[in-house]
């Protein structure tokens, strides 16, 4: 395997107070509903994407920018019992022969920056107060507004310059207050900072200071509005602040089933043969994809059908079996089962321990499928690789924290049937 990540450590990150986990090639979280299993999957997804800028590429076509998909919980990833104001994701990483220790921080306000305060503080200011061409458009229009009503305005650029200077006086003073706000993820490959990045708040607000600020520069309440909105949207769109040392690690390809779909076209074209190749041995009514149609046998007649209008058990199979063929490093699912008849969960299993799937890509998984977790561990049998498989049990405990405990893939083979209740309980 080319890139593996064999640690997982989250400290106060989510629900988790601590998960310190050894991964294998493939890794199933199981656990009952909110017991953090999609959250251990979020921050592998965020560890392995920070070497990347924090984006995840699986080909040219399809990057997400994970911190994007993190602005709705934002609030959130920091444990809401924790005293402190700042949660760690951590592990260590094998990468083209390499070992890295990689590792990234989520801090809350800048009184826990400690030594990056300085860096930042210059960094959003400058994002802040460099005006966009909208924001641009807004004052110019705003101040001929002014010019027209006023009448007395002799030195037209100096006038123009002073107003300007006093709009981003305005928002230079707005920065404080963010700080007070914002989350920072930074990022350090072998304790040297990497890079820094500030994640979208979904839940910051235009400053009603802010706007009744600008408003006695003359400014309309909209058009103040729209200033700072504009502003905001640059900073937390476009923020990502290069202050540390740069390291050369190779980028790993991360497909996360939850932070993006796909469908066979989105597959280069010799990808797209060999997954065609697949779903012609396993699904016996399927005979061709072509552009954009499906090409379906029954006896004698052939029958052309838009991927879109294909049934939800087949494209799930499409996107699971995209995921092995495609050749990412890191593949993480959430709910592999998900949309699969029974059988076709067994393709599925049956194809991800075949060693030349399983010898280039490390599965990293949760699921709340009985059905699939036995059609996995059965299916590593037969190959015996069962040692390459690792099972994390996760418990919500009554004071609202998360235990956890792990399983050898021959311990979780063993113990099938008392997995039953974390699989089929509430």
């Given amino acids: 395997m080319v890139v593996v990540l064999r640690r997982l450590l989250l400290e106060d990150y989510g629900p988790f107070d601590k998960l310190d986990i050894e991964l294998s090639d493939i890794t199933v979280f199981v656990g009952r509903n909110n017991t953090g299993k999609s959250t251990a999957l979020e921050a592998t997804a965020l560890l392995l994407s920070s070497v990347s800028d924090f984006k995840i590429t699986t080909s040219e076509s399809y990057v997400v920018d994970v911190l994007s998909e993190l602005e709705s919980k934002s609030n959130y990833l920091i444990n809401l019992r924790s005293n402190r104001k700042v949660a760690v994701v951590s592990g260590d990483l094998i990468s083209q022969g390499s070992a890295y220790r990689i590792k990234v921080e989520i801090t809350k306000g800048f009184e826990e920056l400690g030594n990056l305060r300085s860096d930042i503080m210059r960094e959003l200011t400058k994002s802040l107060t460099e005006l966009t061409p909208k924001s641009q458009e807004i004052l110019m229009n705003a101040f001929r507004r002014m010019q027209s009503e006023r009448k007395d305005i002799e030195d037209l650029s100096g006038a123009f310059k002073e107003f300007i200077d006093n709009v981003v006086a305005v928002l230079n003073d707005y920065v404080n207050d963010l700080l007070l706000r914002i989350m920072i993820v930074s990022a350090y490959v072998d304790d040297e900072l990497f890079s820094v990045a500030l994640l979208p708040l979904s839940g910051v607000e235009v400053s009603e200071d802010a706007t009744s600020k600008l408003k006695k520069l003359g400014l309309r309440s909209i058009e103040a509005w729209a200033i700072l909105h504009n502003q905001l949207r640059k900073l937390f769109s476009e923020t990502r602040i290069h202050i540390g040392k740069r390291v050369d690690v190779k980028p790993v390809r991360v497909q996360h089933s939850s932070m993006s779909s796909f469908s066979i076209k989105d597959l280069p074209p010799d990808k797209q043969t060999e997954l065609v190749d697949l779903l012609r041995k396993e699904v016996r009514y399927f005979y061709d994809y072509r552009g954009g149609h499906v090409i379906l046998s029954f006896g004698d007649n052939r029958v052309s059908v838009p991927y879109g209008l294909m049934g939800d058990g087949f494209k799930a199979l499409v996107r699971m079996l995209s995921l092995i063929v495609m050749g990412v490093d890191v593949a993480v699912i959430d709910e592999p089962e998900a949309h ?72 979780a083979y063993g113990e099938r049937r008392e997995l039953e209740s974390d699989l089929r309980g509430p």
Wanted: no cysteine; net charge negative.
């Fill in 340 to 411: 699969l008849h029974p059988g076709f969960m067994e393709v599925l299993a049956r194809y991800m321990v075949e060693p030349r799937f399983l010898d280039r890509i490390q599965f990293v998984m949760a699921t709340q499928s009985l059905e699939f977790l036995d059609y996995l561990l059965n299916a590593a049998r037969d190959k015996n690789v069962l040692d390459r498989v690792r099972l994390v049990r996760l418990y919500l405990m009554p004071d609202g924290s998360i235990d956890y405990e792990q399983l050898s893939g021959e311990e």
